[in-house]
């Protein structure tokens, strides 16, 4: 009977106070094997030290917190709070000393939640959706779900107010006047009839300046497929180390796309995107410009380029611009 027992279930492993205990080890007719009781007490301590770690986090969690209130008081004159090109450092700062599996896109999430979730104690944040699909923010719940309205959840926390809207001119005023702290945009397109960029030249300290360009970390889990947009709010534009700039260039005339690329590029700025669009008030000729890096209001370049292109062109205004999302390369985890 003994034998029997033995070969078919367990091992004798040990005897305890004239007690013999039997260990199955997983596998029938296989001797060997930790027993039952060793896993649980090593299973109970890496718990018990995941626990403490938790408690860590939890602690500078805190900790930071503290922080930040006193970023608070620094910045208490200061009507819009937000930071898009230190927000853009941070990650870029984390994703560059992160090591082992845990996965990056994750990590990222874990960090915008972090620091929506201080800008919401720093003073009121919200967020404004353009969605043409939808009648009001206060429709059906299911409807509102679209892949922008997706991307600026992603963006700017879970719990963070937001509004859609079927008008991007609604947007854009609710942005200027602070109703709402960001607004989420369509990127431009060659083929937009009304581009909504054009809103944004007239210069002013509340005007929206385009800050930054979602998703900052990729489809993920696709839930957005393939769309992009812009996020725009009145803040003065700053390097994040890893930029692009949207430039408006007004002129009396049609440039043409193959004369104004040649044009930046004589001055060191490099196009990724341009457009034009005929306007009904003087100068009714405008450009948009994507380029490479970062050009701020006062850049020597853009003086550059108003001499190159002559009498034409009235004025070069940049429209914000943003920190360019990461990778694939980049999000790709490391077992090392």
Known sequence: MFSLILAVHATINYRLSGVYFIAY???FGQPGGNSVMDD???LDALRREIDAIDDE????????TEVVKKVRESKRDEKVKIRPAREARIVARL??????????RELI???????VATLSFEGPFSAAVYMPDTESSSGNSGGRRTNRWNLARDQYGSFTPMTSHVSVNRVIEAVRTQETTVGILPVPERSDEDPWWTYLI???????RIIARLPITGAGDNRSGKMETLVICPVAPEASGRDRTYLAIEATEELGLNLLSKALMTVGLE??????????????????????????DDDPRTERLIENLGKRVARVVSLGGYAIPFSDAELQSSED
């Open 271 to 296: 196009p990724i995107f341009m457009a034009v669009h005929r306007d009904q008030t003087p100068p009714n000729w405008l450009h948009l410009a994507e380029v490479d890096g970062f050009v701020s």
């Open 25 to 27: 080890n997983g596998t």
């Open 40 to 42: 649980k007490t090593t």
């Open 95 to 104: 994703l560059e000393r992160h090591r082992g599996p845990f996965p990056k």
């Open 202 to 208: 007239p210069r002013g300290k509340d005007m929206p």
């Open 109 to 115: 999430r874990i960090w915008r939640e972090i620091i």
């Open 57 to 64: 986090i939890h602690d500078l969690l805190m900790r930071r």
